[in-house]
């Protein structure tokens, strides 16, 4: 199985910082990656697939980037409703799909 | 406006079964990818099980064996069915399709627990 690993774990930030949260997988994916949000007691939303399209109503202040293992999301003018955890997932063609552990930001 | 709602979550206790359903509307689930997702308590998001448009269904190795998937499209509802239940099963379960966004998961349900204890 392709295993995800998400970097930090934790990032504490300010309204109106620049965030980046990494995201490695054990294997080359080209850029079959995606990136989720999750608030507490919600469904995760999709942010970003293949890397770096966004999904249709997700805010331009969110883009992702890189290809094969190492990926970033970046989040630039953090609001305050994009205090959450973010995942990254290995969107290859067959299962098993896996995921990163999880970044949370919060308010520093 | 494209929907997914799950129910049959409970408390069970260890070696039961459980049935969770998954009811869709707006997109067709013989026609999309349709999975089964869960998160336990405090912890990540883990890929549980699959059921392809054409019919083929593939499981987590932590779950096969054990869990089923399948759907009734009469009704457009999927399933899971889970038996031989053990504590390592407690986790919300999610529902949801493959449905725009290649093999990211861009439609999800609300999830619905599952508690397994004595």
């Known amino acids: 199985d392709i295993q995800m690993t998400q970097s930090p774990s934790v990032v504490s930030a300010s309204v109106g910082d620049r965030v980046t949260i990494a995201c490695r997988a054990s294997q080359s994916i080209d850029s079959w990656l995606a990136w989720y949000q999750q608030k507490p007691g919600k469904a995760p939303k999709l942010l970003i697939y293949t890397a770096s399209t966004l999904e249709t109503g997700v805010p331009s202040r969110f883009s992702g980037s890189g290809s094969g293992t190492h990926f970033t999301l970046t989040i630039i003018n953090l609001q305050p409703e994009d205090f959450a955890t973010y995942y990254c997932q290995q969107a290859t063609s067959f299962p098993p799909w896996t995921f990163g552990q999880g970044t949370k930001v919060e308010i520093e | 406006e494209v929907q997914l709602v799950e129910s049959g979550g409970a408390l069970v206790q260890p070696g039961g079964s459980l049935r969770l359903s998954c009811a869709a509307s707006?997109?067709?689930?013989?026609?999309?990818?349709m999975s089964w997702l869960r998160q336990a308590p405090g912890k990540g998001l883990e890929w549980v099980a699959v059921l392809y448009s054409g019919g083929s269904t593939y499981y987590a190795e932590s779950v096969k064996g054990r869990f089923t998937i399948s759907r009734d499209m009469s009704n457009n509802t999927i399933y899971l069915q889970l038996n031989s239940l053990r504590a390592e099963d407690t986790a919300v379960y999610y529902c949801?399709?493959?449905?725009?966004?290649?093999?990211?998961?861009?439609?999800w349900g609300q999830g619905t627990m599952v508690t397994v204890s004595s």
């Open positions: 707006g997109l067709t689930v013989s026609h999309n990818y």
């Open positions: 949801a399709s493959q449905w725009q966004a290649g093999e990211a998961f861009d439609v």
